[in-house]
């Protein structure tokens, strides 16, 4: 009859239990994943950009200068940090004006384009520095086969206060609609003037077609500037006359003409 050693075999069953236990213990760390490292994250606020705090206003205005003998005058009606509108007006040509503005330090530049349609159109370039009003300008054409010109611009600023002399601010209110023995003229503000008159075939008859010329104007201390467009009436392109005054109103006298408001 066999008997069994139930003691032994209990020892045995407790220390096999106690190896799969053991070896459970060993599969499970082996499937623990790694500790990880500690990662610091550093915000970085965003940056605002400061405020540009540049009246860029002041900037706009009337501005005259001399581009290839003859006036020319670039009116800047906006501007801003970013963008610039206008036009100007050469010989009673007037083209618009739009373009892009930039500012480094106390420097800002503007570039304006011509609408390009027109065979002189081209591009200026302005330069403003510090407190100068005047810029230096550049002007660049389309055509590569028209020469750049350079051009010295000078604000035009009314004076202060009231000054009966006549001047670019108040010339219009004199000579506004002026006109002479054959016909009329018309100065606007901005610079530019017109003639119109009835051509004549003889002594007596005229051609009832009226014709108009187109032109510029400037005026320095006493002394009127007016630069024609090409045309049949006036043998120069370029006239001068004087302001006069007498004991009723002023007038211009040049060229071997007087010109007189019609409404003094």
Aim: charged share 25%; net charge negative.
């Amino acid at each position: 009859m066999l008997k069994f050693n139930f003691e032994t075999n209990s020892t045995e069953m407790k220390n096999l239990f106690g190896f799969v236990i053991l070896s459970l213990s060993l599969i499970a760390c082996s499937d623990t994943e790694p500790a990880k490292e500690n990662i610091t994250i550093n915000r970085v606020a965003a940056e605002i950009p400061p405020i540009d705090k540049y009246d860029y206003d002041t900037l706009s205005g009337m501005y005259i200068g001399d581009f290839g003998g003859s006036d020319i005058r670039i009116i800047v009606n906006y501007v801003s940090s970013s963008n610039v509108i206008g036009y100007n007006i050469h010989k009673g040509l007037q083209r618009n004006l739009m373009g892009k503005v930039s500012r480094e330090g106390d420097s800002v530049t503007f570039i304006l384009n011509e609408p390009g349609d027109h065979k002189y159109d081209g591009v200026f370039t302005l330069l403003f520095t510090g407190d100068n009003n005047n810029p230096t300008a550049k002007w660049v054409a389309n055509d590569e086969s028209i020469p750049s010109k350079k051009i010295k611009l000078q604000k035009m600023i009314a004076p202060e206060g009231d000054d009966d002399n006549v001047n670019f601010s108040n010339f219009t209110e004199y000579f506004g609609y002026v006109y002479d023995s054959l016909g009329n003229y018309t100065f606007k503000k901005d610079g530019f003037c017109m003639y119109e008159y009835y051509p004549k075939t003889d002594d007596v008859n005229h051609i009832e077609q009226l014709v108009e010329v187109k032109g510029s104007w400037s005026i320095k201390d006493s002394t009127v500037k007016i630069d024609w467009q090409p045309n049949k009436m006036f043998p120069r392109e370029t006239m001068i006359f004087t302001v006069k005054k007498d004991e009723y109103s002023p007038y211009l006298k040049g060229e071997k003409r007087e010109l007189h408001n019609y409404w003094w």
